[in-house]
């Protein structure tokens, strides 16, 4: 490959963190109107290299180039005007600002009296959002929107910025099916309009689906740059994760074990839009929650955990009245959520590895009524290895380490509890391979102690993998209770939660001028 076809050259990039060296010798193309992949295991320096190219991390040696510019020392503001942009995974947007607001922050537009430009702002977000085939008012703020409409926001806000390359990480984890289609259209337009995309991702479908080339990165060195075509699946998840790894199949659960109720829900409502919900959770059973995204499914989870209001129905958890009004009267009754936002509920990321593992367990780090650095660091050792974390110091802020091992501190500070009803929302999301299959494993395991689980997964292939059962949601309300038996397939857990309620008139999907507000 000659240097008039890479609009990106990264070469010999070496960076360290306090002595640890977590890039070592990687180089990495990008050539004009492609989409090329990037994965790795958690840890592996994927965010780390794409911080380089935005300006944000300084590199301790190598080369830079864009456009055939070489770089020494790329400032972000460099890298901004040479028309690098990032779509994060964790959202950096303003949820009391509205949409158009965001996607011009910092950016705005003036008119000639030098006044804010609010109709000029609305009817460009207007354009950028119909590009990604999205029916959304600008003017609607952003914290009351669903996840997925973050996460288009974010995407309209870097093609506001005119990138000319673009870097999407993991753009489509709190996407719909359908959303997903069409974002990937969306990918093949720029593409053809001769914009590169760096396309971070876990998932093997898409990258087959979408990427021309990877590139997989492995304890911050190169392993593999190929053309996406000339690869199995099989090799590029050994690549991802060091080993010989089934593709992510049924995971054995031992069905006798499934006894008496845990958890019963009638005619549950909430101030957040469920209405009559009902549904049970036996001991040693997974029940996944399933439906469309604004189908109400992370609403019920948060009301179960005592985070929203309760407006009628009744809940019981072992035969007995359950009524949570806070997240400490759910832990008081062995319920424990891994949430679907890590870094904005499930950890305090500016606190260490070691405060944050041990954050729901304070009471058994106790000696005589004081606080025992001794029990605590014990405890976050212990921890540590059980739940295989990546850190080299337990002391060192939960935000330093990878999406994958933020996710494993979030799930171990839970199970630590040994909780009786667990509810995962998006327990993967951001994860690779080999920690997907070490999460769902965990999670049949801890059904086979005889516990219940509520899975909620916009991934098909999860649910297939762990529920027993599968309660189907659309707009705020149970529509079907289906059986595991018969649904194999992704296809065939779509086309189940697509069809259940259409005899009622329930439809299918959600728009935003309606959902806005939920999930």
């Given amino acids: 490959m000659t240097n008039e076809t890479s609009v990106v050259r990264m070469e010999n990039i070496h960076k360290q963190f306090s002595g640890v060296t977590v890039l070592n010798d990687v180089s990495f193309d990008l050539r004009r109107g492609e989409v090329h992949a990037l994965a790795g295991g958690n840890g592996a320096g994927k965010s780390t290299l794409m911080k380089i190219l935005q300006g944000v991390y300084s590199l301790d040696s190598g080369t830079v180039q864009i456009d055939g510019k070489s770089f020494t020392n790329l400032s972000i503001e460099d890298a901004r005007n040479a028309g690098i942009g990032m779509v994060f995974q964790e959202f950096s947007l303003v949820p009391t600002m509205s949409v158009a607001q965001n996607i011009f922050m910092g950016a705005e537009k003036t008119d000639s009296f ?64 359908a959303e997903t289609d069409r974002f ?41 740059t190929s053309n996406v075509a000339d690869l ?177 501190i979030v799930i171990a500070k839970w199970l630590g509890r040994d909780p009786d009803l667990l509810i995962m929302a998006e327990p993967t999301a951001g994860v690779d391979i080999g920690t997907k299959s070490e999460v769902l494993s965990r999670v049949t395991d801890f059904a086979n102690q005889g516990k219940g689980v509520l899975f909620v997964s916009s991934e098909l292939s999860e649910m297939i993998a762990v529920c027993d ?24 857990l779509q086309l189940a939660i697509q069809h259940a309620g259409s005899d009622d008139g329930t439809q299918s999907s959600n728009t935003p001028s309606n959902e806005a507000g939920k999930e």
């Fill in 469 to 492: 059962r599968y309660v189907v949601m659309k707009r705020g309300k149970v529509v079907a209770e289906l059986s595991s038996e018969g649904i194999d397939t992704e296809a065939d």
């Fill in 184 to 224: 990937f259209d969306l990918v093949r337009h720029l593409r053809n309009e001769g914009i590169s995309l760096i396309y971070i991702s876990h998932r093997m479908d898409e990258i087959r689906k979408i990427a021309d080339r990877i590139t997989i990165l492995r304890n911050g060195k190169n392993l593999i």
């Fill in 114 to 177: 030098r006044f804010l430009d609010k109709k000029g702002m609305y009817k460009q977000s207007k354009k950028l959002l119909e590009r990604l085939g999205v029916d959304l008012d600008p003017n609607v703020e952003v914290g009351t929107l669903a996840t997925g409409y973050w996460q288009l926001t974010e995407i309209a806000k870097a093609l506001r910025a005119n990138a000319k390359v673009l870097i999407l990480d993991e753009p489509t984890a709190s996407l719909s099916a």
């Fill in 232 to 408: 199995t699946d099989e090799e590029i998840v050994e690549g991802i994760v060091g080993q010989h790894t089934e593709m992510l199949g049924k995971h054995h659960k031992d069905g006798s074990k499934i006894g008496k109720t845990l958890l019963k829900v009638t005619d549950l409502s909430t101030d957040k839009g469920v209405q009559n919900v009902g549904f049970e959770v036996r001991r040693g059973e997974i029940v996944g929650l399933a439906g469309l995204m604004g189908s109400g499914r992370t609403e019920v989870t948060r009301a179960l955990f005592g985070i929203d209001k309760i407006t009628g129905g009744k809940i019981e958890l072992n035969g007995k009245p359950y009524t949570p009004k806070s997240a400490k009267d759910a832990m008081n009754n062995a319920v424990a959520l891994v949430p679907e936002d890590r870094r904005e509920q499930g950890l305090v990321v500016s606190h260490s590895v070691r405060n944050n593992l041990t954050l729901t367990r304070l009471n058994e780090c106790e000696t005589s009524g004081l606080l025992s650095n001794k029990k605590i660091m014990q405890m976050a050792e212990d921890l540590i290895g059980r739940f295989s974390i990546k850190v080299d110091d337990p002391g060192a802020p939960a935000s330093r380490l990878s999406g994958g091992n933020q996710q494993k």
